[in-house]
């Protein structure tokens, strides 16, 4: 069987910079190693603030296949800051229901919560090779002057000094030397960075391999998160089912323990069990392979994101199982808290302890997916007799009993707020009964012009005013970062679901967190608010 592809693959030619001596005269503010989602993400959110950098990509494309499969409403709100959100909803295929069966008996239908409120469904399948491209458009388009995009160029060494780093490339056109007074890591699970600085995971790897599998293949079957326990055709493992647009449909099944991995990746076995596996659905309509891979679900996480002149992000700094979508979910959040921390360490607005807030809060939200997704990966492929005991005890009483079923609950992603950040004030939380509290993302809503809030947070402090008296935030233009006022009213929907009144301010910093939140606020206290936070909080 031919394998087919649905993506328009542009191939980059290697690029080398003018040198002088093997060097590259010039120094760059940033340097971005990787060029996948991540790496992306980080230099249009660099750009955002007026920062240049220089992204550094070994490979000539875009990446193959579906790799991360779903992105969630979080993710798309920091999406449509980037300047993507848009082409995303376009190719992406929202979804709201799973289904799960015990070998061949359905025993959870999932329903996944909705806010109706919100800009954005919660969960939404898309193709990670769809996701580049809309980020290397949006460089083309809106941030040429700022951002740099070298393909082939691949990572062989590097040295960090007190005032920047310099890295050795190679290239098909050469090698040379390249220096930044900063460098983000953002080159995925074998990071070419993370080696180099000697710097190593801790945590758990499982020992369940999967396979992932794209097809493309015609089907009136909804949209959904479907997931077999032991069935036929994967017996005594699981395998996992999803449908994306334009007839993709994403396969991702477990390895039993008596399978040799580099036999099972094989086409021929791969198609084989995805054929047994249409057959036990009853679906009889053709099919053609379009992409393979091997995966191994790990629990891993750096220390500390922050090395030096040197920043980590995404698998680069962290390894979390597929299992509840937290993989590239994560990764762009610490693109969202890592920006603008770093572009107002590099503008003046900021210092160390700024910067060290990335590690504190993004390993505590890396730990908390990491105890979600854990559990998910223990359900999903056990770790030990008693485990699978347990599992095929649920399982077979699922059907039956229905308090049992929320067991099944593969525990879908949820955004992690930092509510021990030394960024956060809390001192007016206790008097308010709605809305977010310090360290958490704001909720998104309708506003009276027809636009969301979502559309109107960062790259700067926002401040939403409800209702305020006219003249009591004057001077607040003095505060040390840009700062832009939101007037709402305190009436409605929004209001409600921020527990306002008039005269109640919330804060919230560049990545839409909320910095502190008042009954009633002044210029002088908001300004020292932001000053605490560009000062990196508390000691």
Excluded at 80 to 103: I, N, T
Excluded at 157 to 172: C, K
Excluded at 384 to 390: E, Q, R, V
Excluded at 483 to 490: D, G, I, R, T, Y
Aim: hydrophobic share 40%; proline share 6%; net charge negative.
């Amino acid at each position: 069987m031919d394998f087919v592809s649905y993506f328009d693959y542009e191939q980059h030619a290697a690029v080398v910079p003018p040198l002088a001596q093997g060097r590259e005269p010039r120094r760059h503010a940033v340097a971005v190693v990787g060029g996948g989602p991540i790496g992306l993400a980080v230099a249009i959110g660099l750009a955002r603030h007026g920062i240049a950098s220089v992204v550094l990509e070994a490979d000539d494309s875009v990446c193959l296949g579906s790799r991360a499969g779903c992105v969630t409403s979080r993710t798309l709100e920091i999406f449509e800051q980037l300047g993507l959100a848009d082409d995303v909803m376009r190719q992406g295929l929202p979804w709201a229901e799973g289904w799960s069966y015990y070998r061949t008996d359905e025993v959870l239908h999932l329903e996944v919560p909705q806010d109706a409120a919100a800009r954005f469904p919660r969960l939404v399948n898309i193709q990670q090779c769809y996701i580049e491209q809309y980020l290397v458009d949006a460089v083309r388009a809106r941030y040429g002057d700022l951002i740099e995009i070298r393909w082939q160029n691949r990572l062989e060494a590097l040295r960090q000094s007190d005032d920047g780093v310099e890295l050795d490339l190679s290239t098909p056109a050469g090698d040379y030397t390249l220096s930044a007074d900063w460098v983000v890591a953002a080159d995925g699970a074998h990071s070419a960075v993370r080696k180099a600085l000697g710097a190593r995971f801790v945590g758990t790897r499982y020992d369940g391999q999967y396979i992932i599998a794209d097809i493309k293949m015609a089907s009136s079957l909804p949209p959904g998160r479907r997931a077999w326990f032991d069935p036929p055709s994967n017996p005594g493992a699981t395998l996992l089912l999803h449908k994306h647009r334009d007839d993709l449909w994403r396969f991702d099944y477990q390895l039993r323990e008596d399978e040799d991995p580099e036999e099972a990746v094989k086409p021929e076995n791969v198609l084989g069990r995805i054929r047994d596996h249409l057959a036990l659905m009853g679906e009889r309509a053709p099919w053609q392979p379009v992409w393979i891979s091997l995966y191994r679900a790990s629990c891993l996480t750096l220390e500390d994101y922050r090395h030096g002149r040197v920043l980590l992000a995404g698998d680069a700094a962290h390894l979390v199982p597929i299992f509840g979508v937290r993989g590239l979910n994560s990764g762009i959040e610490d693109v969202n808290n890592l920006a603008w921390k770093l572009a107002f360490a590099i503008r003046g607005w900021g210092g160390a302890r700024l910067l060290d807030s990335y590690t504190a809060e993004r390993v505590f939200a890396t730990r908390e997916n990491m105890r979600h997704a854990s559990k998910s990966a223990e359900f999903m492929a056990p770790p030990a007799p008693a485990f699978a005991l347990m599992r095929s005890a649920v399982l077979g009483l699922a059907a039956r009993h229905p308090w049992v079923r929320r067991l099944i609950d593969p525990r879908q992603s949820t955004t992690v707020g930092y509510p021990d950040s030394p960024l956060n004030q809390s001192a007016g939380d206790g008097d308010f009964a709605a809305g977010p509290a310090s360290g958490f993302a704001f909720l998104d809503g309708p506003l009276a012009d027809g636009t969301y809030l979502c559309q109107h947070m960062g790259p700067r402090f926002t401040l939403l005013a409800f209702d305020v008296p006219a003249g009591l935030l004057d001077g607040i233009d003095s505060s040390p970062a840009p700062v832009a006022v939101l007037p709402l009213s305190a009436a409605g929907a929004l209001a409600e679901r921020y527990d306002a009144r008039p005269g109640t301010v919330y804060l919230f910093r560049p990545d839409g967190n909320l910095l502190a939140r008042w009954r009633s606020a002044s210029a002088e206290s908001v300004r020292a608010a932001i000053q605490h936070c560009c000062n990196g909080g508390t000691p």
